[in-house]
T-cell receptor, first 114, second 113 residues
Framework: GNSVTQMEGPVTLSEEAFLTINCTYTATGYPSLFWYVQYPGEGLQLLLKATKADDKGSNKGFEATYRKETTSFHLEKGSVQVSDSAVYFCALIPRETSGSRLTFGEGTQLTVNP | KAGVTQTPRYLIKTRGQQVTLSCSPISGHRSVSWYQQTPGQGLQFLFEYFSETQRNKGNFPGRFSGRQFSNSRSEMNVSTLELGDSALYLC????????????FGQGTRLTVV
């Protein structure tokens, strides 16, 4: 079946530190890959996406590259801010699906201290 | 453009009761999906509706049901509530379904006592 595995959290960083959150997936073919972010008390917001191998998604200083050879989609940011504190979810939609059903990873809690 | 609207934001119900949650998707979007979020199980897919038809269904008991109206608004119903149904229920809309991005509402926090 399809699955997403994220690095265990929580992650605590100081402001301006470099961020990496690992995400690997299991799926047949080439799924579409997404990163969503959830701020306290809120729903999920799409952060970035990639739909084919070697695609790089980017938004608000965050980046992730679709790596087919390692089935990974790691999230990175060069310099985090306190406002980046949130829970981050990696997700996929399989290529063969006729719908928009997302399979999510466990989520990674990020806390950025001033 | 208005986002996805879920009502109510908070609900407290007693075991054995039933509950109906509502979701209004982004104007023009025809696909609505529902997810349950709990600390223990994370985000789990409930079902997806597209043009008033259920297109996908997750692994939840029959107590969980949904429907979509001709204006794309959707409701989900949970009957005979159990303590374990306490969760954040999230609705997501997308333009056509398929592998396009989904936009989420703020969710309905259901507490079963």
């Amino acid at each position: 079946g399809n699955s997403v595995t994220q690095m265990e959290g929580p992650v605590t960083l100081s402001e301006e530190a470099f961020l990496t959150i690992n995400c690997t997936y299991t799926a047949t073919g080439y799924p579409s890959l997404f990163w969503y972010v959830q701020y306290p008390g809120e729903g999920l917001q799409l952060l970035l996406k990639a739909t084919k191998a070697d695609d790089k998604g980017s938004n608000k200083g965050f980046e992730a590259t679709y790596r087919k050879e390692t089935t990974s989609f790691h999230l990175e940011k060069g310099s985090v801010q306190v406002s980046d504190s949130a829970v981050y979810f990696c997700a996929l939609i399989p290529r063969e699906t006729s719908g928009s059903r997302l399979t999510f990873g466990e989520g990674t809690q990020l806390t950025v201290n001033p | 453009k208005a986002g996805v609207t879920q009502t109510p934001r908070y609900l407290i119900k007693t075991r054995g009761q039933q509950v109906t949650l509502s979701c209004s998707p982004i104007s023009g979007h025809r696909s609505v999906s529902w997810y349950q979020q709990t600390p223990g199980q994370g985000l789990q897919f409930l079902f997806e509706y597209f043009s008033e038809t259920q297109r996908n269904k997750g692994n939840f008991p029959g107590r969980f049901s949904g429907r979509q109206f001709s204006n794309s608004r959707s409701e989900m119903n949970v009957s005979t509530l159990e303590l374990g149904d306490s969760a954040l229920y999230l609705c997501a809309s997308s333009a056509t379904g398929g592998r396009t991005e989904a936009f989420f509402g703020q969710g309905t926090r259901l507490t079963v006592v």
